[in-house]
């Protein structure tokens, strides 16, 4: 994966505040960061516009170094902040919400972002004391490396009891072909088959074993005798009951 690029918007503010944004903008490099700071890329008679429009277009994110002097500057719109102010603002009201900048606070005791970052999360490197842990926090979030996962989306533990868990049982005809299936050697010659073998065999109550002999008539599994007494199992019905025979097989091995 490509390394994320960059940009650090700054205000030359003094040397040592040049010096501070320079080691600031190397640490980024030396942990896999692209960073992109003017003091590398520019010389004498270079373009600036041009500089700040190409690599602030490039740049996956912006880091805004909010000293009191940046702020200053870019709510006036003065020099290069106030122009990188008015790239990346206009980029913004495209990206309703968008995290592309970050600011970076470095000031004496204060914390004071442009008006246009105040309701931004901001990193405060303003002291020494601040600067390891905010760095940290910095690369996790450009490195997608964030300190807490969310953890997965787990099952409802409600489910169940409000009654969404489907029955490990079968359905009341395939009980009854279960069972029929163990009676099935016991059938005669003239294919009758007595029904309360069947009953005894699914081991349920009267009312139960009615229901799932009216569905395997209505299917045409069987065919029923004299008040019910007997049975005659139908082609359809000898064809389910080899099917249950072969999955019985096949879930045995």
């Known amino acids: 994966m490509a390394a994320p690029a960059v940009f650090i918007s700054y205000s030359h503010d003094s040397q040592e505040h040049k ?11 030396s942990s896999g960061i692209d960073a992109i700071l003017d003091q590398w890329e520019l010389g004498p008679g270079s373009d600036l516009p041009q500089f700040m429009e190409q690599n602030l277009a490039r740049s996956a994110r912006v880091l805004m ?4 002097r940046y702020v200053e500057k870019a709510d006036a719109g ?13 980029d913004l009201l495209k990206r309703i919400g968008s ?10 005791g204060t914390v004071h972002l442009p008006t246009f970052l105040r309701t931004k999360l901001y990193i405060d490197l ?3 004391d601040l600067f390891e842990s905010g760095i940290d926090a ?9 300190l807490f996962v969310k953890p997965p989306l787990g099952n409802d533990p409600f489910k ?20 029929l299936a163990k009676v099935y050697d016991e059938v005669g010659d003239d294919g009758i088959i007595n029904t309360d073998s069947v009953r005894r065999a699914m081991n349920t109550s ?7 002999f009216d569905q395997a008539v209505a299917l045409k599994y069987v065919s029923e005798g004299s008040q019910r007494k007997y049975m005659w199992v139908q082609k359809s019905g000898r064809a389910m009951l080899v099917k249950l025979e072969n999955d019985h097989m096949s879930e045995s091995r």
């Open 78 to 90: 003065m020099g290069g902040v106030g122009y990188e102010k008015m790239i990346v603002t206009a």
């Open 206 to 212: 009267r009312l139960f074993f009615d229901h799932a």
């Open 138 to 146: 910095l690369l996790r979030d450009l490195l997608s490396a964030p």
């Open 99 to 108: 995290t592309h900048v970050i600011p970076i606070v470095r000031q004496n």
């Open 126 to 128: 303003s002291t020494n």
């Open 65 to 68: 170094i909010c000293t009191e």
């Open 160 to 179: 169940v009891t409000e009654g969404t868990a489907k029955s490990t049982n079968p359905a009341p005809v395939m009980q009854f072909l279960q069972a």
């Open 19 to 29: 010096r501070w944004v320079l080691d600031f903008a190397t640490r980024l490099r």
